[in-house]
Every structure is written in C-alpha cells, then in structure tokens.
C-alpha cells in the first residue's frame, strides 16, 4: 500500500514537471534566478533560515548539500544522511530516482514553504542544480560569512535544461592560467547551471598539458619569449616572456574538482595547425625539418604539422592516449581550424600520402588526418570534436562540429545526422568587446554586446524536430592572445556567460531582455560580494547594446 502510494506520488510529479515544461507560464519571473527555470509559482509567507539549520540529504547528495553549507559558511549548516524526510525547519533534499527517465538527470523542484524547504531530485545533478537556485534566492551578502536570518520567499519552482552541452572554452594556451583561477571559473559557471569546460590546452604560443612520452612538449614547448598584453593590441606582442603548464596531478584534480560540480572538462589539442608549440619540441613532425620556437606571433600560421609523415602520426596517438586517461569525458576536441595547406603542397611526404591514400588533393588530406585521429578516440570508446572546418575534407563518422564561424557549418552537419555546439563568432565570442565605448578588449575589434548574446537562438530555423536534436547546445569562447590577468579573463566572462548560460537552459519562450537585466542585478551584487570581476553595466550601454 505504501508502495502504491509511492508510486502515484512519482507519476504526479513526473506529470507536473512535463507540464512546467512544455508550457509557458504567464507569471513574469519575479525571483532574481539567472537561467530562468521553466516554471515559478509564487507562493503566500516565507521561510527563516538560521543559523544551525539542518539539510537531511540522502548518501549520495550529501556532497552536494555540502558545497552549498560551504558557500554559507557563517550559517553552520549541519548536514545529516537521511531520504525523504520533511522535518519542519529544515531543509529536506529528497530523492524520487524515477525522475531521471523522464525529465533528465538535471531536473529538479523546490517547494519553499514557511515551515520547510523541500528539494526533490532524481540524482545528484539535479539536487545540485536546485541547490544552485536556492543559492540564488539567498540574499547575497549571506555570503559574506555573517549568518542573520534569511527570509526566502515561499516559492515553488519546477526546473529542466534545455540543452545539454552549456560550455565555456577558456583558452589557456595563448596565456596560462592557474589550477586555481581554472577551479574558480568552474565556481562561478555552476551558479548559472553551465556544465562543460572546453580547455584550449595547445596552440602555436604554448602547449599546456604534461605528456609522459614527451617531455619537451612542456619543457620547451610551454615557454615563449613575448607575449601579448591588454594595453599594446599589436600582431607582433611586446609583453614579457610567458609559460606555464598543468602537471598530469594537476589535471586530475582540475577534473575532479569540475566532476563534483557536474562539470564536464573537454579537452582540446588543436591539430594539424595551430602547432608550432609543439613543431618546437618534438622532431620530425613537421614537413620542412626546420627549428622552431614557440611563437609569439598571433593570426593563421602557416606551419603545420606534415600529415603525410607517419612519425606525425604515432605522434598524435601517443598525446591522444595519455590524454584519454586523464579526461574521462565522452568528447575529446581535436581542432581543425585555420589549416593553411601551403606546406601541404609543396612537401614530398604528403604528396605521396595524398597518392597512396587515393585522395583529391590537401583539402581531403585534411580530412584523411582528422579521421585518423578520430578512429583512434572511437577504437576507444570517445567521439570527436572539431571545429566546423573539419566539414570541408569530408567529416568521419560520428564527429561532432563546434561551429565557429557563423552557424552556418553547424546547420549543415546536423543536417546530415552529426552532433553540433553552436559557437558563432558573432554571438559567443568572449575575446571580443562587450561595447564601443572605450572597452578593454581581449584582442579583436568587434564587439559582441551582452545583449546580442542574449539573443542568440541555437537551433537554425531550417531543422525539423528531429534535425535540431543533433544541436547539444551552445559555448562561449574566451580566447585569450591579449588577456594575460585572471580579473581581465573574469571581467571578459561576465555577464555574457550568464546570458549563454540562459540560452543553453531556459525555454525560449520564458526568456526576456528586460527581465533577465532585472534578474542580473542580484548576481551583479553577489559577484561583489565574492569578488567576481565583471562588466558593470553603464549608462551609454542603452546606445550601444544592440
Ligand atoms: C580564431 S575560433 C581562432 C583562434 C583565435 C580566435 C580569436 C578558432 C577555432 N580559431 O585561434 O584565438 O579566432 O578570436
């Protein structure tokens, strides 16, 4: 009986949430919650929070109860095991693990009432979600360690994504940066839901990642004598030498730490270009055999990596391999991009590989090399990721295209079954100014205001139902030749990832400008109160923000 009872509970719930989220809820989405959740009905009263207040969490949630006790450190939450209690005074994280099978593991409910607060969730994600929620209807300055009662109002809210891949790339190759600010950036993406890190780990100007086989890969090719700073915009950098790289431990704990937030760290070795880091550490991998250093330069290079030289090969399996044991994730990016074929053209080894290979000339070489590394990562269990130009020498099966430039590559590779993260420049692209009024700049002239990313729709209007399921969802790119300090880097993100965060978890239609500027206001006080750096909104932006 009891049972049955359970299990009718299950099914309302299970009901309630598909109905929160297949219709729009007319009720304007007062509560200061950036991504906006797909359903909030505002209740009478409010409940205390004090000092001492218990969280009863099941076994495998009482981490995630945890990191919330952590943010509110002066409140001494005490955390006790325990499912499915509703203890008045309390809050109750509950789990219903049949919700899983039907709204995802990231789904959750809150019920705020006056006597208790009640989470439910299906897993752990979900109650972790909705403790990000509930963070966000603290008031800020609860996190500033003092621990007065907080009157949260009574609130009910039922909550899923609307895409699965809500990403961030930060590019730490072009500049370094520490095993704590990477942990701090994961910090601050979780309060708005995001859950996948792209880390741009090699490039021309550094390769970031300790690779057991090649030692010079970080002795040599981790360090450059120039570099580019915010305040001398120039191709050529005149800022000091730079360097650094994560040891493997150091990667270990960056995944672990992202893992218990529900983080995904997508790793990115970018080839055959953007390689020159490497061309400078390891022999026989490129098709002149000449010197290389590090470059300084920033822009399209033209030296490449020789695909036509097996050494190149192996070479690439090699990294890929110590790679995938550091990485567990299901993606692995392999680049693609800015591939000019000129040393292609004139070298004797991928000439003959061309031949051999039956191909039409270095466009499909390029292709025949994606595939090889691309076969590799599948005869072990991964998928690829590339950038959209690895559409143009013929995709492998099964890879999946970060579209970059515009969404036009993204469109045409779900159109013929690949999986997509939409990434235009125009709308998601961090390295470039948020106004034009007198902006740092992370390099590039254009300017993608808050605004615009916040109109960005993923899914192209030319995909049918079952087309636009292959779009994962979207990315915010932080490119960084010119952005060498971490409040730079910070300022860049915020609070333009907040708005992908909104586009890669609200349903469209509860999105709204007005509202979402309304909501920021909170985070803006929150991010003061943690010292998040971020670009404050001015009084010109009313001219310049479309
Ligand atoms: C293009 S986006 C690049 C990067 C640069 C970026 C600057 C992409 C796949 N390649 O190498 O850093 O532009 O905005």
Redesign the pocket.
Known sequence: MKNCHAVQKTILIFLILIMACCFNYAAAAAPSIVPVPASVDELDGSFTVTKGMKIYAPKNMVAVAKQFADVFKGYEFLIVEGDGEEVPGALNIVQEGMLVAVTGEESYMIEIEPELIKITAGAPAGAFYALQTLRQLMPPEAEGGAATDAQIPAIKIMDRPRFRWRGLML?VS?HFFTVDFIKKYIDTMVMFKLNTLHLHLT?DQGWRIEIKKYPALTQVGAWREKSGIKDDLSLSPTGPAHGGFYTQDEIREIVKYASDRFVTVVPEIDMPG?MQAALASVPGISCSGKRYKVRTQWGVNPEILCAGSDRTIEFVKDVLTEVMALFPGEYIHI?G??VPKNNWKKCEKCQARIKKEGLSGEEELQGWFMKQAGDFLAAHGRKMIG?DEILEGGLPPGAAVMS?RGTEGGEKAALSGHDVVMSP?SHC?L?YRQSDDNEPSG??GAVTPLQKVYSFEPVPSSLNREQSVHIMGLQG?L?T?YVSEQSHAEYMTYPRAAAIAEVGWSMRKRMNWDDFSERMKNAYRRFDIIGVNYRAVRDSDDSTSK
């Open positions: 590019d072009r490039d953007h680049g991009d800015e950038w970059w420049t692209y390295d390099g590039f790119n490119w030749e």
